[in-house]
């Protein structure tokens, strides 16, 4: 079966999507994604759509959902690489992904969960998550 | 006292008597004194109503009823028509002008009905009746059609208009800015939002400033327009600091209970150029050799 490959760069996920996303497809990736961070204990998720050219409200909502999970497993969720006609047809049917970081590309990805990352240590205090 | 069952009889007489009634027509339309020959050369003015009469025999032959100018009979007059209101109207003619172009042939026409008919009142008020009907329907034609060629030319203004309204500047690196002058509605935010999100992928700006001093009203919908905006923006990774918020509107949008706590407002655009710098962890300083 299909799969969205799950790539592990230390403590974070980097998930690209690189196919045309279909609704089982979007419902493995989700299964997958949790059960690996569970097992890797990943601090972070980088989701990289920009190859998605096409975005229903299914995609947008699991897009969320997975940003959800993710934050129960605690882990950060950044959704990078959206492009300007996803971004207008999500806002248009009322799904602004209000849970979810987002940024321009990976790399600014990265550091914002580097980032974040950070911010958390200094608050809780350093490695005691 | 519309004559249905009847054929007319003017087509027959404007054919019979065309040179006549064309003759009379130029020689009336050259004498009003709502002619423009400013605007207009009499040879142009002399063909204009050759074609005009050619094209109204032909029409009127093939119709019972002279009643309905809609009829595909009148097709290549009324395009004929239009083509005249538009051209005349881009020459500085004004509708009432254009439309006397039509309704000057009543005079020269029942002139020659009344030589016609001259045995038959009965007859001759039933045609009057009838060729002041379609000329005033055709006369009333060209001012519709006027009026088409200005809303043709609104629209495209509006078009340039909306075009020209909607710069995207960059201010810094990383930092964009979007002066919105004018009112926002619905397709004018489309453009809005399609020029910024090409121009934060462009740039890869991670700010953007939208500075709303020159919308003089801010109701619901623009509120929304503009929260849609900063959504959309903030799903391609960059964060939306919105400007220019006059006091006038800041009540307005406490009053309408829209709802802008998930946006950065501030009240000018140096306020929210000096929280982006910040964002951006730049620093500003003067310089120290200055006295």
Redesign the interface.
Known sequence: MERIPILKMGDYLLVTIQVDMHDRLALTLQDDLTERIARTQARGVLIDISSLEIVDSFIGRMLGNIAAMSRVLDAETV??G???A???T???LGL??PGVR????VE??MSLLQGARAEQENVNGRGER | MKPKEEKSRIPDMIARRESDLLADWTREQLAATTLRSDLMRESELREQSRQFLNLMIRAASQQLSLNDINAPAWEETREFLSSISRSRAHQGFTPSEIATFVLSLKQPLFTMMRQELEGDPRKLADEMWVATTLLDKLGLFTTEEYQKGREEVIRRQQQELLELSTPVVVLWEGVLALPLIGTLDSART?VV??SL??K??ET?A?IAIIDITGVPTVDTLVAQHLL?TV????????DCIISGIRPQIAQTIVHLGVNLTDVITKSSLADAFAVALRRAKLVITRSENHG
């Open positions: 959704v990078v959206m492009r300007p996803v971004a207008i999500l806002v248009e602004s992904l987002t940024a321009l590309n600014k990805g | 489309q939002m399609e999100l090409q934060i992928v890869g991670g849609k959504s959309a923006a903030r799903l391609m990774g960059a």
